[in-house]
């Protein structure tokens, strides 16, 4: 009997909640597939406005139900009070999650800038503290190397994360980005800061360029002029734009492994194929049993 898995890469991943049963089906072939890797837990989005929450808590169940897997569903401050979003933790506790995200969470579109709600967790080091008094969650939190585009300055947004890991959570999970020197920068940044808490890169694997696009301009994420280039032309070319997307994540995430990066966490939009190959290339594989 023999096993190979590379013990200095750690690795996590992020799913969202399905809203039809194709979705569905695929949401768990690409679990059933990327399972055996041994990701560190499994994040399970809750719509930044708070509207997936019965769908998330749905998913957390099978998982637990079902897999080995350790799951981690996002909790945001958005359209809750804080006894409603403390009843909500209690019940995950009681089912046996120990892991969450604990976000702040964005206002519906259109619907005007963040206001908390009355009664409600204000802002993510909020929600933290209050979880952590419910009880001794592992919770991971956001921070963003280009900077939240709500926050006015670097230095800002950097104290409010410290704020996020004093109140605390273990650890920061990044918004994606395609420039490697950003992360680093932060990176360096946010130890001047203070900040000692691990800081794990969010990588997202390309699946449809023209939705990379609009995501980045949501969470003001930069797209590079190299990255616009390499894609060029292959809107209708499936086969070469699931090459060159693996290219470039796997170009990524062993530029940061050179930097001495070991834990990375990925965004893969349900899909398997692309997580599946880029955690190849960084060394993370599933056991395999000889004969």
């Known amino acids: 009997m023999t096993e190979?898995?590379?013990?200095?890469?750690?690795?996590s991943l992020e799913f969202f909640p399905p809203h039809s049963e194709e979705m569905?089906?695929?949401?768990?072939?690409?679990?059933?597939?990327?399972?055996?890797?041994?990701?560190?837990?499994?994040?399970?989005?809750?719509?930044?406005?708070?509207s997936t929450r019965e769908r998330?808590?749905?998913?957390?169940?099978r998982i637990l139900?079902?897999?080995?897997?350790?799951?981690?569903?996002?909790?945001?401050?958005?359209?809750?009070?804080?006894?409603?979003?403390?009843?909500?933790?209690?019940?995950?506790?009681?089912?046996?999650?120990?892991?969450?995200?604990?976000?702040?969470?964005?206002?519906?579109?259109?619907?005007?800038?963040?206001?908390?709600?009355?009664?409600?967790?204000?802002y993510a080091a909020d929600l933290v503290a209050g979880l952590k008094r419910v009880a001794d969650?592992?919770?991971?939190?956001?921070?963003?190397?280009?900077?939240?585009?709500?926050?006015?300055?670097?230095?800002?947004?950097?104290?409010n994360l410290k704020r996020k890991l004093d109140a605390g959570a273990s650890r920061a999970i990044t918004q994606f980005f395609f420039d490697v020197s950003r992360f680093l920068r932060f990176r360096d940044l946010a130890a001047a800061a203070g900040i000692h808490a691990p800081i794990v890169p969010g990588i997202l694997p390309i699946t449809r360029f023209p939705q990379l696009q609009r995501f980045a301009s949501r969470c003001g994420a930069s797209v590079p002029a190299w990255l616009v280039?390499?894609?060029?032309?292959?809107?209708?070319?499936?086969?070469?734009?699931?090459?060159?997307?693996?290219?470039?994540?796997?170009?990524?995430?062993?530029?940061?492994?050179?930097?001495?990066?070991?834990?990375?966490?990925f965004y893969t939009l349900n899909r398997s194929e692309l997580t599946f190959a880029i955690c190849h290339a960084l060394g993370v594989r599933p056991k395999r049993r000889a004969a």
């Open 4 to 11: 190979t898995r590379h013990t200095d890469v750690a690795v």
């Open 24 to 50: 569905e089906a695929t949401l768990w072939a690409s679990i059933q597939r990327l399972a055996p890797l041994g990701p560190r837990f499994v994040s399970v989005t809750y719509g930044a406005d708070g």
């Open 56 to 61: 998330t808590h749905a998913v957390v169940e």
């Open 65 to 122: 139900s079902e897999t080995r897997l350790t799951p981690a569903p996002h909790l945001t401050c958005i359209d809750a009070t804080r006894g409603e979003i403390d009843e909500i933790a209690r019940q995950y506790w009681d089912m046996g999650v120990r892991h969450l995200v604990a976000l702040r969470g964005d206002p519906v579109q259109g619907s005007g800038p963040y206001l908390p709600a009355k009664d409600g967790y204000a």
């Open 137 to 159: 969650f592992d919770i991971s939190v956001a921070a963003y190397p280009e900077v939240h585009p709500e926050a006015p300055n670097p230095l800002f947004d950097l104290e």
């Open 229 to 265: 280039e390499r894609f060029d032309g292959l809107d209708d070319d499936l086969e070469t734009r699931q090459m060159i997307a693996a290219s470039v994540a796997i170009e990524q995430v062993r530029a940061l492994q050179a930097e001495g990066v070991d834990n990375f966490h």
